[in-house]
């Protein structure tokens, strides 16, 4: 059986990063609501994420997004973040939301289009020497709508380029993160469409470059745990985008539609040493809160990722692999579903309360105050971000 106390100290040293644009308005492209006392800029955000970091002790680093989160200073932004106890995390690059981007950036046919969104991404570099990101994020929205629009394998070759230049560009503790996606805004091709796509212009690139699995860009009933456990296995797997589909690319929260999903995605982390420090894979979440107040529902999300890995780590790996080395079916798939069916709210209630945080986070945070307070004192502006 799991050693409790172990169990205990892998969940007290769980670290889940928020993104700085899961606390601004967002929405969909019919209709973005704004809410009372969401953040007027970068700063108010991370005031905002210092709140969750505050009731739930997990969630220390939050993700910008460049240019949503655009100061003068960001080394005056990190210190912000530091002195209220977070660090800046990832730094994600925007090369959608510009008019030259409409055939794409670092995959266009013009040279002019793919310098411009590779100076960009030099850019985020530059701002990650000075916040002292470690990791830079890249979703493209590169692809094409018909048959014919481009030449496939040209726009492989324009990527690989781009991506070798910006990897030249790295610190030593510095990575690039590739994420994948199926579709969206491309309908025909994309050109980043699935993890393989990403593995293999990360290999080539070295070991500075690792695959992010955004759980929300797969075709339906893609087994992601097996993605998950291939890529650790490889020393490929640079960390998570977590989020909720039902449909396409919802963001919605975390373990909100297949709470069992993310416990087997989970436990593919857990079994093959993804929490150890040392495997370095970052626990983002990537995430829009267009209906549901927004604080409440990172700190929601947060316990989410915390029950998943708790139940991953309540897995008895001697009796699964017995049972497997035995060709016990029954019982090896027994032994994940006891892990899985087992109530791990209490023990998270524990661990909170012997680091000397409130058991619940949600209830703690509506007893703040906090939320009154911003929705009185943030009046007017409102920060740019999806669907702004
Ligand atoms: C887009 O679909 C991707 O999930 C991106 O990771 C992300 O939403 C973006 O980078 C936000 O800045
Ligand atoms: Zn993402
Ligand atoms: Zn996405």
């Known amino acids: 059986m799991p050693d409790i106390a172990a169990v205990k100290a892998a969940l007290a040293g ?20 704004t809410r009372a006392g969401v953040p007027r800029d970068p700063y108010e955000k991370l005031d905002d994420a210092a709140r969750v970091h505050e009731f739930t002790g997990v969630a220390p680093k939050v ?9 003068d200073d960001y080394a005056v932004l990190s210190t912000y973040a530091k002195d209220r106890g977070l660090e800046l995390g990832a730094i994600n690059s925007n090369t959608f939301q510009d008019d030259a981007y409409r055939l794409g950036s670092v995959c266009h046919p013009d040279p002019k289009v793919r310098r411009k969104a590779v100076d960009h991404l030099l850019e985020c570099v530059d701002i990650m020497d000075a916040t002292g ?24 070759d324009r990527l690989g380029e781009a991506l070798a230049e910006v990897y030249g560009r790295l610190g030593d503790d510095q990575r690039l ?49 097996f993605i998950v456990a291939f890529l650790l296995r490889e020393g490929k797997l640079g960390g998570f985008d977590f989020n909720s589909r039902f449909y396409a690319d919802d963001d919605l929260m ?24 040392a495997a370095n894979v970052a626990f983002m979440l990537d995430q829009c809160h267009n209906v549901e107040a927004k604080i409440p529902a990172v700190i929601r999300s947060v316990m989410n990722v915390q029950e998943a890995t708790a139940k991953a780590l309540l897995v008895d790996l001697d009796a699964l692999a017995a049972a497997q080395a035995a060709g016990d079916v029954l019982a090896a798939h027994a032994v994940l579903m ?19 945080l409130h ?30």
Not at 63 to 71: A, G, M
Not at 139 to 147: K, V
Not at 254 to 277: S, T, W, Y
């Open 14 to 33: 769980q670290r889940i990063e928020t993104p700085s644009w899961g606390y601004g308005n967002s929405g969909t492209r019919f209709k973005v609501f």
């Open 63 to 71: 993700s910008l997004h460049i240019p949503w989160d655009k100061v």
């Open 133 to 156: 990101s470690a990791d830079l994020k890249l979703w493209f929205a590169d692809g094409t709508n018909y048959p014919g629009q481009d030449d496939v394998v040209a726009r492989q």
């Open 177 to 225: 993160l590739l994420e994948y996606k199926l579709f969206e805004p491309s309908f025909y091709t994309t050109d980043v469409p699935d993890w393989g796509t990403s593995y293999a212009h990360c290999l080539k690139l070295g070991p500075k470059a690792q695959v992010v699995v955004d759980t929300g860009h797969h075709a339906p009933g893609t087994n992601i745990e």
């Open 254 to 277: 975390v373990g909100a539609a297949d709470p069992f999903q993310l416990f087997r995605i989970m436990h593919e982390v857990a079994k093959n040493g993804g929490l150890d420090r």
């Open 338 to 356: 006891d892990a899985y069916d087992t109530d791990v709210r209490p023990l998270l209630r524990e661990v909170r309360e012997e680091r000397g």
């Open 359 to 388: 058991p619940d986070p949600v209830a703690a945070y509506a007893a703040s105050g906090w939320q009154e307070r911003i929705a009185a004192e943030r009046v007017g502006g409102e920060q740019a971000g999806w669907g702004a």
